[in-house]
């Protein structure tokens, strides 16, 4: 079954500096997508960026970049020129690619990390 | 113009009740999703429906009954509730692209909380 860790369960940062919050996953599949969502207080569920894993390139959006190490099994967000407006929980979640042979379309999720950025 | 949307938004009814949570979609997209956060804002999926038919169904109790009349709702109906289903339920979709190896994101709706006294 597949796993996702992230092991920061509280991160902050002050505004206009970089953060990096760590996930790593567990999986014996080869094809895969990997997200990262944030959740503000307000409750939605955003997404923030996205990695296929059969891509080499690392994903990017705007001020959010990851660091996808497909064989350590790593997908890092890196956050730069912290804004007060990414203060909110962010979860890491993996998606198995869909076939016939397993519950593609599934997510699963990490434990979440929170992550305050200070004026 | 919401694309997914979830009614109500909070929910406080008292145990051994039924309720219903609605879900609605217009972004055409032909899967949805249920999924649940606990109190440790833990997520985690209970349903999914593509094009009204039931495709994953993880081990949730019989007292939680999806229900889908067409692909762009996905209701989910709670029969005598317990204190342990206070949680938020998200509902999502995205697009399945029926192609091995393929998937789609999914974008979520605002959440319901419910609250089991």
């Known amino acids: 079954a597949q796993t996702v860790t992230q092991s920061q369960p509280e991160m902050s940062v002050q505004e206009a500096e970089t953060v990096t919050l760590s996930c790593t996953y567990d999986?014996?599949?080869?094809?895969?997508?990997l997200f990262w969502y944030k959740q503000p207080p307000s409750r939605q569920m955003i997404l923030v960026i996205r990695?296929?894993?059969?891509?080499?390139q690392n994903a990017t959006e705007n001020r959010f970049s990851v660091n996808f190490q497909k064989a350590a099994k790593s997908f890092s967000l890196k956050i730069s020129d912290s804004q007060l407006g990414d203060t909110a929980m962010y979860f890491c979640?993996?998606?198995?690619?869909?076939?016939?042979?397993?519950?593609?379309?599934?997510?699963?999720f990490g434990q979440g990390t929170e992550l305050s950025v200070k004026p | 113009d919401t694309a997914v949307s979830q009614t109500p938004k909070y929910l406080v009814t008292q145990m051994g009740n039924d309720k219903s949570i609605k879900c609605e979609q217009n972004?055409?997209?032909?899967?949805m999703y249920w999924y649940k956060q606990d109190s440790k804002k833990f997520l985690k999926i209970m349903f999914s429906?593509?094009?009204?038919?039931?495709?994953i169904n993880e081990t949730v109790p019989n007292r939680f009954s999806p229900k889908s009349p067409d692909k762009a709702h996905l209701n989910l109906h709670i029969n005598s509730l317990e204190l342990g289903d206070s949680a938020v339920y998200f509902c999502?979709?995205?697009?399945?692209?029926?192609?091995?190896?393929?998937?789609?994101?999914?974008?979520f709706g605002p959440g319901t909380r419910l609250t089991v006294l």
């Open positions: 999502a979709s995205s697009q399945r692209i029926v192609v091995a190896g393929d998937t789609d994101t999914q974008y």
């Open positions: 999986t014996s599949e080869s094809n895969y997508y």
């Open positions: 990695q296929e894993a059969y891509k080499q």
């Open positions: 979640a993996f998606m198995n690619s869909f076939s016939i042979y397993n519950q593609g379309g599934k997510l699963i």
């Open positions: 972004l055409g997209h032909d899967t």
């Open positions: 429906y593509n094009n009204k038919e039931l495709i």
